[in-house]
Structure formats: C-alpha cells, structure tokens
C-alpha cells in the first residue's frame, strides 16, 4: 500500500515537474542585439587596429558589449536565463558598447584593469571558453590585447582631468 502510494507521489512529480519544463520554453528574456554601433563605443571613441577588435569580438563582445552571438542552446530554458544573467553581469562590469559614458579617469582604471585581468587569466572567464574554444586567447593575442589597453589608459589618463 505505502509503495503504491509512494509510486503515485513521484509519478504526479515527475509530470509536474515535466510540465514546468515545457511551460517555461515559452518564457524568454530579451536578446542582447543591437545592430548599430553606439556613439559612445571604445571603437568609435578611439582608434583600434583590426587585431584588437577581432580579438574582443572573438573572446570579449559576447558578454561585455551590446551585441551577443547567441549559441543554439539559449533557445533552451533555464539555460538563456543563465547566459542573460551572466551578460547583464558582464556588461555591469565593462560595457564596450557604452564604453564613452564613463569619465575619462574610469575609462583609464577600466582599460588598466582589463590589461591586468588578461595577464592574469581572468579573462576571458575559464567557463566561456570551455564552451566557446575559439575565444581561449594565445599568447600573442593576449600581448596584442595588453599592450593595447595598456597604451590606450595611458593615452586616456593623460587626458583626464586631474582629481583631488
């Protein structure tokens, strides 16, 4: 009787649970796609040689711009929940696409620290490119990268306005 019982209560879960799923396929969050530059863009704001905007494009834009290549698994729930949560952190931290709105001594620090994340191996975070191989930077794009950010916060925190 009680093996009946238990029987009944785990297969009205697993339905339960079996509909949530399928509800929540028609539930999804908004996209990250624009498809114009902003004027306020690091691209549009300062000079940047091909090298470095292929490599941000391959290991960096996804999360840190307006713009999201989208894999075919965030056509799956809870999955694109994860990825939106995850690029609305990513471009909280550093938003190239919004890159102008910050004073000209943020931008400075931001380059700086993007410089130290890549020599460090923070970025591009060790979960992205396990999925995304093609984003795992080699050494002479990340030297390509630092140097980059490393001239560009020095051009940029010459620029600023001196805080007291």
């Known amino acids: 009787m009680a093996n009946q019982k238990t029987k009944k209560i785990l297969r009205t879960s697993l339905l339960v649970l079996l ?7 028609f539930i999804h969050p908004a996209k990250n796609i624009s498809t114009t530059a902003s004027p306020k863009d690091i691209a549009v704001l300062y000079p940047m040689p091909d ?36 690029i609305s952190d990513g471009k909280e931290e550093l938003n190239f696409s919004e890159f102008g709105n910050r004073p000209l001594a943020k931008q400075a620090k931001k380059l700086k620290k993007i410089a130290h994340e890549v020599q460090e191996g923070g970025m591009p975070l ?25 001239n560009l916060s020095n051009q940029i925190a010459a620029q600023a306005p001196v805080q007291n």
């Not at 494009?57 to 894999?71: E, G, I, L, M």
């Not at 490119?129 to 990268?145: G, S």
Request: hydrophobic share 40%.
């Open 19 to 25: 509909a949530a799923l399928v509800i929540i396929q």
């Open 51 to 86: 090298s470095v905007h292929q490599i941000l494009q391959k290991a960096c834009y996804d999360c840190h711009s307006n713009n999201t290549r989208y894999p075919w698994y965030n056509n799956i729930q809870p999955v694109a929940w994860w990825l939106n949560d995850h």
């Open 126 to 150: 060790g979960s992205y490119t396990w999925i995304h191989r093609d984003a795992i930077l080699t050494d002479n794009e990340k030297n390509i990268l630092i140097d980059w950010a490393t």
